[in-house]
């Protein structure tokens, strides 16, 4: 994934953009970067976090920084932001999203001109420099911008600071992600993020629309491009990845997980399928609020049969070796034995996608005493690798736990009912829930419904992806 933070003022933003930026580590584990416009001169760094958290790489960085208006990012994918140099003057870029189609545009758009890139190590291109170079396809940054997302297959969020200190904002002509204005006294600003910005002073002002491209200043904000109609946001903003206090067209996170958990818990006892348990628990972080709707609905009691010990290793997934994370993923989970051994518990995820690290964890729990282990899932079981974004995004679909049970079951030919096995009333769904139970010893296991997450949510469903349960652009 990735996230960024912006602002332009009528006075110093450094801090404002550090912070804000700080605050959207949880979003990506490689790569962050910061930028400033000071007078007539950009100032930029960028750093690995990869072992690192942002904070402390660029702690040192601040005292030379300078300037009333900066953008940064956290990113998942390639070093960035990025100062570009064109007809369209000294710019910097940062961008979130997913280019499906990089190889095919490089050679359309790019090689037959003559222009040529800076290679990463890989060989690859920076997808951030790929899409300045569309946005010099055009005239002008509105048009430029419009073409990239036109031609990308894939997604595309991003912010352009220009050689005034001018901060041009777009959200994804889909609007798959969230892109929110702030402002104080002295200003404005922009993020994935609101609650960054709350933590700043800054106040609501506008969401962007689907393909809505925005030029903020320190005296104001302008629409250069309106929003679209169509839209689909991503569903796992709610579900997993979003941060608890953020709110995207208008609906908060928090509030959505203890609905869907809630719902989680009413359809179980509507088909007389809910255990007794000493305890509902949360797979932490964001199982826990689904957990607690859970619990509270079900009226057994909420507790915390484990503690996830972060402060060295805040994201499980950070050490770039799988037998690492795996090892870091466990090492993290401290048990609370007198609410373990000899209990049956329930605990509720976020998701469940390959499952590794969740059979680590159901291992552990019998290992430390447990009696019994419940398993729910506060989404449908996930079907395909999103292509849209870097989430759960995947080298084939059979590093996908439901879709190996899938081909188990009934080989090539169970890709013809897919939308059966995420139904959990259907007698594939049944199957398909049985054969991952056993497979992953739990005492019983429960997937949300399709249904019951969107009606958490609360949008209109025609604007949400479900892509990667369903498949369905």
């Keep these: 994934m990735g996230g960024f933070f912006g602002a332009v003022s009528k006075r110093d933003v450094v801090y404002d953009v550090f912070f804000g930026v700080d605050y959207h580590?949880?979003?990506?584990?490689?790569?962050?970067?910061?930028?400033?416009r000071n007078e007539d001169t950009f100032q930029r760094q960028i750093h690995s976090i990869e072992n690192t958290p942002f904070r402390t790489r660029f702690e040192t960085d601040l005292p030379e920084f300078q300037g009333k208006s900066g953008i940064g990012c956290i990113s998942d994918t390639n070093p960035q932001p990025l100062l570009i140099r064109s007809h369209l003057g000294v710019f910097a870029l940062t961008t979130v999203g997913c280019i499906n189609n990089e190889r095919e545009l490089v050679n359309r758009y790019?090689?037959?001109?003559?222009?040529?890139?800076?290679?990463?190590s890989s060989g690859d291109v920076n997808t951030t420099e790929l899409v300045a170079a569309l946005i010099n396809h055009e005239s002008d940054f509105v048009s430029g911008i419009k073409?990239?997302?036109?031609?990308?297959?894939?997604?595309l969020t991003l912010l352009i600071m220009d050689s005034?200190?001018?901060?041009?904002?777009?959200?994804?002509?889909?609007?798959?992600?969230?892109?929110?204005?702030?402002?104080?006294?002295?200003?404005?600003?922009?993020?994935?993020?609101?609650?960054?910005?709350?933590?700043?002073?800054?106040?609501?002002?506008?969401?962007?629309?689907?393909?809505?491209?925005?030029?903020?200043?320190?005296?104001?904000?302008?629409?250069?491009?309106?929003?679209?109609?169509?839209?689909?946001?991503?569903?796992?903003?709610?579900?997993?990845?979003?941060?608890?206090?953020?709110n995207y067209e208008g609906k908060n996170v928090e509030v959505m997980r203890y609905l869907n958990g809630a719902n989680?818990?009413?359809?179980?006892?509507?088909?007389?399928?809910?255990?007794?348990?000493?305890f509902v628990a949360g797979v932490p972080d964001s199982g826990t609020p689904h957990a607690i709707g859970y619990a509270h609905e079900s009226g057994m009691s909420f507790g915390r049969p484990f503690i996830k010990y972060t402060p060295t290793w805040p994201r499980s997934f950070m050490p770039t070796n799988q037998e690492m994370r795996n090892r870091v993923a466990t090492m993290k989970l401290v048990p609370v034995?007198?609410?373990?051994?000899?209990?049956?518990?329930?605990?509720?995820?976020?998701?469940?996608?390959?499952?590794?690290?969740?059979?680590?964890t159901v291992e552990f729990l019998y290992q430390s005493g447990a009696a019994e282990v419940h398993m729910r899932s506060a989404c449908p079981p996930i079907m395909f690798g999103c292509k849209y974004l870097t989430f759960s995004r995947n080298k084939?679909?059979?590093?996908?736990?439901?879709?190996?049970?899938?081909?188990?079951?009934?080989?090539?030919?169970?890709?013809?009912?897919?939308?059966?096995?995420?139904?959990?009333?259907t007698k594939r769904g049944k199957c398909l829930v049985k054969e991952i139970c056993e497979s992953m010893g739990f005492d019983s296991l429960s997937y949300?419904?399709?249904?019951?997450?969107?009606?958490?949510?609360?949008?209109?469903?025609?604007k949400i992806c479900t892509y990667c349960w369903n498949g369905r652009e």
């Design 264 to 278: 989680m818990a009413r359809a179980e006892r509507e088909r007389g399928e809910m255990p007794e348990v000493d």
């Design 25 to 36: 580590s949880h979003l990506g584990t490689k790569r962050a970067g910061l930028v400033y």
């Design 147 to 155: 073409f990239a997302q036109e031609v990308i297959n894939g997604s």
């Design 337 to 360: 034995p007198e609410l373990i051994e000899g209990k049956k518990l329930l605990f509720v995820d976020d998701s469940i996608v390959r499952g590794t690290q969740l059979q680590n």
């Design 164 to 246: 005034r200190g001018d901060i041009y904002a777009a959200r994804d002509k889909m609007g798959r992600l969230p892109v929110l204005i702030g402002k104080d006294e002295n200003g404005y600003c922009v993020s994935f993020e609101s609650f960054a910005y709350h933590k700043l002073g800054y106040v609501d002002v506008h969401e962007l629309g689907p393909g809505e491209v925005v030029r903020i200043s320190a005296d104001g904000f302008e629409t250069l491009a309106p929003a679209g109609e169509d839209m689909k946001i991503c569903a796992f903003l709610w579900v997993y990845y979003g941060y608890p206090n953020s």
């Design 110 to 120: 790019l090689m037959y001109e003559g222009r040529q890139f800076s290679a990463m």
């Design 448 to 462: 949300q419904s399709l249904d019951g997450m969107l009606d958490a949510i609360g949008l209109d469903r025609n």
């Design 396 to 425: 084939s679909v059979m590093d996908l736990i439901a879709r190996r049970v899938v081909h188990k079951l009934e080989g090539a030919e169970g890709t013809e009912h897919l939308d059966e096995y995420i139904d959990p009333t």
